[in-house]
């Protein structure tokens, strides 16, 4: 059996522990998952069922649109990497992914002009279906949206005072107001493949930025994580959960502390329905440089880093950069990586930098 510092399963954390005054239970399970996993499925989450129903009715209409509706919003269109990206143009570490996704987030209006950093684009509107196409999606997906990005405020609060925190210890890494923000969702599809396509929905990574906020739209498995022994863990879709993970800027600022934990996605068997997923990854200010405002915990919690002892073994190498450079570089950085040609097209000078020898065939995340 595994030790409590080499995780075998993902915890379970109720939601509704908060309600029924059990709010000291939550913080303490809070800060084990995050401390010695770095995963955790948080059941019953405040997000509308009935938006969670709408959002995995609508995944697989998304990717039924024709061919040429969708080719109409290809990410290469988009300075801020939101669009639709085709089967198999990413890779990671070195081998292709096997998922067509498109890329949505919330609604933000750029005000980059030039002079300023290339990063302040990333953020901007979003490509949308044309409504005819597929009625209420937009507005559908950007209920669920606003949803979960007051969950991944609330739950940073949380996070805070399960570290011994204030639970506004993390506001400096947002904008003032919290609102004038983007946060990023992707809806995802992995077809089934057979062994000559490779396996690899997508490949072992970490997250950026701070907290993922995962619905597993299909009752598939696939997603794994991995312990600090390298075994990969399965983490099966539950019922009325959403599966939460850590993300390298937050592992930054809290010291290591919280952990970043690498995980992949494995596609369907040939025979088996496609898997949908429907990420939302909660963003942090552009600005901050995450090396220099490491939080000052308490001894007796980062004592509990010394307990878990190192971070083992671990096959994800992306966003080390979060040590020396504004956030906003070091998603730049690992988009253009992951598109080299949305690069190409917009940041031309980064993407010089970057692929000196001229564009590669595919993009490939670390």
């Known amino acids: 059996?595994?030790?409590?510092?080499?995780?075998?399963?993902?915890?379970?954390?109720d939601f509704t522990l908060l309600d029924r005054g059990k709010k000291d239970q939550f913080i303490a399970e809070l800060r084990h998952a995050v401390v010695n996993v770095g995963f955790l499925y948080l059941a019953n989450p405040p997000v509308s069922?009935?938006?969670?129903?709408?959002?995995?009715d609508y995944a697989p209409k998304l990717f039924a649109l024709p061919q040429e509706a969708k080719d109409k919003l290809v990410m290469r269109n988009s300075p801020h990497f939101l669009g639709y990206n085709r089967l198999g143009s990413e890779f990671t570490k070195g081998a292709q992914d096997q998922r067509e996704q498109f890329d949505i987030a919330t609604e933000?209006?750029?005000?980059?002009?030039?002079?300023?950093?290339?990063?302040?684009?990333?953020?901007?509107?979003?490509?949308w279906?044309?409504?005819?196409?597929?009625?209420?999606f937009r507005q559908t997906f950007s209920a669920y949206l606003r949803q979960v990005e007051a969950l991944s405020f609330q739950f940073t609060s949380l996070l805070a005072e399960a570290l011994s925190l204030p639970p506004d210890a993390f506001d400096p890494f947002f904008n003032?107001?919290?609102?004038?923000?983007?946060?990023?969702?992707?809806?995802?599809?992995?077809?089934?493949?057979?062994?000559?396509?490779?396996?690899?929905?997508?490949?072992p990574h970490f997250d950026a930025g701070f907290l993922t906020f995962l619905l597993q739209a299909s009752d598939l498995?696939?997603?794994?994580?991995?312990?600090?022994?390298?075994?990969?863990?399965?983490?099966?879709?539950?019922?009325h959960t959403l599966v939460v993970n850590i993300g390298k800027g937050l592992e930054t600022v809290t010291q290591g502390v919280t952990l970043a934990t690498s995980h992949r996605v494995i596609s369907p068997p040939v025979g088996s329905p496609a898997r949908y997923s429907i990420p939302f990854f909660q963003n942090i200010s552009l600005t901050v440089r995450l090396g220099e405002m490491r939080l000052d915990l308490p001894d007796h919690i980062l004592k509990l880093k010394e307990a878990r002892g190192g971070t083992g073994k671990t096959e994800s190498v992306n966003f080390s950069?979060?040590?020396?450079?504004?956030?906003?570089?070091?998603?730049?950085?690992?988009?253009?990586?992951?598109?080299p040609d949305v690069g190409e097209r917009h940041y031309p000078k980064l993407f010089r930098q970057l692929f000196p020898q001229g564009a590669p065939k595919f993009g490939d995340a670390y």
């Open 129 to 136: 279906p044309d409504e005819s196409e597929i009625p209420g």
């Open 176 to 203: 003032v107001p919290k609102e004038d923000m983007q946060h990023r969702g992707k809806v995802v599809k992995y077809p089934s493949v057979d062994q000559v396509s490779g396996s690899q929905g997508v490949g």
């Open 49 to 56: 069922k009935e938006l969670i129903d709408s959002v995995v």
């Open 321 to 339: 950069e979060y040590a020396s450079e504004p956030s906003g570089l070091v998603s730049l950085i690992g988009r253009i990586k992951s598109h």
């Open 108 to 127: 933000y209006e750029n005000r980059w002009t030039p002079g300023q950093p290339d990063y302040l684009r990333l953020w901007g509107p979003s490509q």
């Open 1 to 13: 059996m595994a030790s409590e510092a080499n995780f075998s399963a993902v915890p379970v954390l």
């Open 221 to 239: 498995p696939g997603l794994q994580v991995q312990n600090t022994s390298g075994e990969w863990i399965d983490v099966l879709p539950k019922p």
